[in-house]
């Protein structure tokens, strides 16, 4: 009888590359994201930072997947948390934007 658990390594071999090649192409967008908005955006360093991060990762980790499935695992993790703090910053200063703007209109 086939057991459909057989390829369980295989599989998470697989799944650590399509990781890595999603850093690695989250990471190029992040750092071309944060040239074109550096004019906008006060905090676009933090995303180059964190794009050129997920760059080193990506390249680290499409290299050879199988030391990288741990390491992966973690950096998945980490990134969401980079992200979404990135995200709170980027709430607040679209707040502080916004009540700005209501003031500006209501001088007018």
Do not use: C
């Not at 499409?62 to 990134?79: M, N, T």
């Amino acid at each position: 009888m086939l057991d459909p658990y057989s390829d369980d390594k295989l599989d998470r071999l697989v799944l650590a590359a399509i990781i890595g090649w999603y850093i690695l192409f989250a990471g190029i967008m992040d750092i071309g994201i944060s040239f074109a908005t550096k004019e906008e955006n006060d905090l676009w360093w933090l995303q180059l930072i964190l794009g050129i991060a997920e760059v080193l990762i990506g390249f680290w980790a499409v290299g050879y997947a199988g030391r990288s499935i741990a390491v992966l695992v973690i950096w998945v993790g980490a990134s969401a948390l980079a992200r979404g703090i990135s995200a709170i910053f980027l709430g607040f200063g679209l707040h502080s934007s916004g009540k700005e703007l209501r003031k500006r209109l209501a001088a007018a």
